[in-house]
């Protein structure tokens, strides 16, 4: 993970090689405090159309849970506070690497009911495969 994130890194600013989907530079010592991640969650934008700024860390995502109405098209926003997670909602086709030190985002449109779980799919430590939260689409 150490070497995985050196390389990442020295692509990164040697190279100015990084992922499209982070656009924005955040401290990741200092997530906790700053905003909009500060209040992770659910902001709502329009009549349909939501934000939501997620933070993970070994071994959760924060907010554990999101409710949102059929037919809602929802912005993540996601950073982490220490390693590289993977942000993906399996049964719905969202997915983006989240690196300490970006805000990744991606935009998705909930067209069906149901409980999807969040999952993390890039491997973080011993409790990757008990890191997970919920979007509930009703
Ligand atoms: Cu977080 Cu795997």
């Known amino acids: 993970m150490a ?13 100015d090689i990084n992922p499209p989907s982070h656009g924005e ?4 010592t200092k997530v906790a405090t700053t905003a909009p991640f500060d209040h992770p969650g659910l902001r709502q934008t329009g009549p349909k159309t939501y934000e939501a700024y997620y933070v993970g860390q070994v071994f959760l995502w ?3 849970s999101i409710t949102i109405p059929v037919g809602s098209t929802v912005t993540f926003y996601v950073t982490s ?3 590289v997670h993977g942000f993906s909602i399996p049964q719905e086709d969202v997915n983006a690497e989240i690196m300490p ?7 998705h449109t909930f067209t069906r009911a149901g ?5 993390c799919n ?17």
């Open 81 to 83: 506070e220490d390693v």
């Open 101 to 107: 030190g970006w805000v990744s985002s991606v935009t």
């Open 115 to 119: 409980d999807f779980p969040i999952v």
């Open 3 to 15: 070497c995985f994130f050196v390389i990442v890194l020295s692509l990164a600013v040697f190279a």
């Open 122 to 138: 890039q491997y973080c430590g011993i409790g990757h495969s008990t890191m997970f939260a919920h979007v509930i689409v009703k």
């Open 25 to 28: 530079t955040i401290d990741p």
């Open 62 to 64: 924060t907010p554990a």
